[in-house]
């Protein structure tokens, strides 16, 4: 079966035009921002619900790390105002943030989500967080039974933000106070000039 190519970190995020429950949305109206564009299996669906409540709770830590939330899924545009209206009246958490409808599935075949002759969705839960530059930094799949960790997205993003910032890595499970890491030596010299004692594939910045 032909599949549809899937995209790779680093690649520029694909350009989109599509309605969501706060207008018309196009991916280029978020340059200058980073942003995270997540897709969800199906509205009114137990794990979804989850997601968007935890979701909408973050929003302001998004906010903070100037990175914006984008939802998609192959549901109608009608479909999802009812099942946001509905979590706003069960659950009292109101989901500002857009949620687009792909319902021609064109979105989620751009992005590598679908097999092109794929008749559902089932599968696809996919989380792409793009820079303010519109490249693909962190591509995260999860399948349709397991939630995403909405405090671990959080993680990724100030970790990505960081490393930009200070040229520097983060090591596992690193949080904001953290120590960084040095990038390994790339050459014998380089090797060579690290300070004695120091392992020259393992140095945590001093500062």
Excluded: N
């Excluded at 105002?81 to 958490?93: H, K, N, P």
């Excluded at 075949?109 to 002759?117: I, K, Q, S, T, V």
């Excluded at 120590?179 to 910045?205: C, N, Q, T």
């Amino acid at each position: 079966m032909e599949r549809a190519v899937a995209l790779r970190i680093h690649d520029p995020a694909p350009e989109f035009t599509a309605r969501s429950t706060r207008g018309l949305v196009k991916l280029s109206d978020y340059r200058g921002r980073w942003l995270l564009l997540f897709s969800h299996p199906a509205d009114f669906t137990s794990v979804c619900t989850s997601e968007f409540i935890a979701f909408a709770k973050a929003a302001p830590e998004f906010e903070r790390l100037k990175c914006a939330l984008l939802g998609l899924s192959v549901d109608s545009l009608y479909a999802h105002l009812a099942w946001l209206q509905d979590i706003e009246t069960r659950f009292g958490v109101r989901v500002d943030f857009p949620l687009i409808e792909d319902s021609g599935m064109a979105i989620a075949r751009a992005y590598g989500m679908l097999d092109r002759h794929s008749s559902g969705s089932a599968t696809v839960r996919a989380t792409y967080v793009i820079d303010a530059s519109g490249i693909i930094r962190a591509i995260v799949w999860y399948p349709m039974t397991v939630g995403r960790s909405v405090a671990e997205l959080l993680r990724l993003i100030e970790a990505l933000q960081t490393s930009d910032r200070e040229q520097a890595l983060t090591p596992e499970g690193w949080k904001v106070g953290d120590k960084l890491m040095e990038p390994a030596a790339a050459s014998l010299d380089d090797a060579s000039a690290v300070p004695h004692g120091d392992i020259w594939y393992f140095r945590e910045r001093s500062k």
